[in-house]
């Protein structure tokens, strides 16, 4: 039964996400997009907040990337203190000699949305 549950909710998700995205690719308001294919406006609205609350889908209006937490993983209290490794998933590793700036950082994660 479970199981079920699951299985509807990623279809409905999928239903609103495609008619987001079908609204945003003709470049036309959610509101308008709803008239026009006669659905609740309320109900796009509402999925809208929670895909990007989930960062599936980013806001048009701002044009900061999507902020997005990741993992972080203390090895031990002494490591703290001196070298530092900054692991971007598999692909890229960087040692610094100590703690980057939250500055340095932002820079580096600005740079690394850019592509």
Do not use: N
Request: include cysteine; hydrophobic fraction near 40%.
């Amino acid at each position: 039964m479970e199981r079920e549950f699951t299985e509807e909710l990623k279809e409905r998700q999928r239903y609103w996400l495609q008619h987001l995205q079908a609204a945003s690719a003709r470049g036309v308001s959610l509101a308008e997009y709803a008239r026009t294919e006669q659905l609740d406006s309320d109900a796009l609205y509402r999925w809208r907040k929670l895909f990007r609350r989930k960062g599936e889908i980013t806001g048009k209006q701002s044009k900061e990337p999507a902020v997005r937490f990741s993992a972080v993983r203390i090895g031990s209290a002494g490591a703290a203190l001196g070298a530092v490794t900054v692991r971007v998933g598999s692909v890229l590793q960087i040692e610094c000699a100590s703690v980057p700036s939250p500055q340095w950082l932002a820079a580096f994660a600005r740079e690394l949305e850019r592509g």
